[in-house]
Nanobody, 124 residues
Framework: QVQLVESGGGLVQAGGSHRLSCAAS????????MGWFRQSPGKEREFVAA????????YYPDSVKGRFTISRDNTKNTMYLQLNSLKPEDTAVYYC?????????????????WGQGTQVTVSS
């Protein structure tokens, strides 16, 4: 079992930066991959970033590549998402997720455990 708690959401101006955190507990943190997804009203949940177990492999969709950075500190059981050059369309509830099996990182069905989400609102 894995328990995930996101934090750091808030209101940010367009062009600004923000950092989200995801604290994990339960199963040993360094044994599974992690990801970030987001969902805005009326839209499906969208893949934002993923990291393998060590942080040496990271994955992003084109919509955030170069602006968002995923990282993890396995000594603190915590994953981060650095958000830079934010746009109003980045407004969403951001979720962290844990993936305990092999395979794709790109869809929400690839992940086994989810946090409760944290709201990020980008004002224009």
């Amino acid at each position: 079992q894995v328990q995930l708690v996101e934090s750091g959401g808030g209101l940010v101006q367009a062009g600004g930066s923000h950092r989200l955190s995801c604290a994990a507990s339960g199963r040993t943190f360094s044994t599974y991959a992690m990801g970030w997804f987001r969902q805005s009203p009326g839209k499906e949940r969208e893949f934002v970033a993923a990291s393998n177990w060590s942080g040496s492999g990271t994955y992003y969709p084109d919509s955030v590549k170069g602006r968002f950075t995923i990282s993890r500190d396995n000594t603190k059981n915590t994953m981060y998402l650095q958000l830079n050059s934010l746009k109003p369309e980045d407004t969403a509830v951001y979720y962290c997720a844990a993936k305990t099996s092999r395979g794709s990182y790109l869809t929400d069905t690839d992940y086994d455990y989810w946090g409760q989400g944290t709201q990020v609102t980008v004002s224009s």
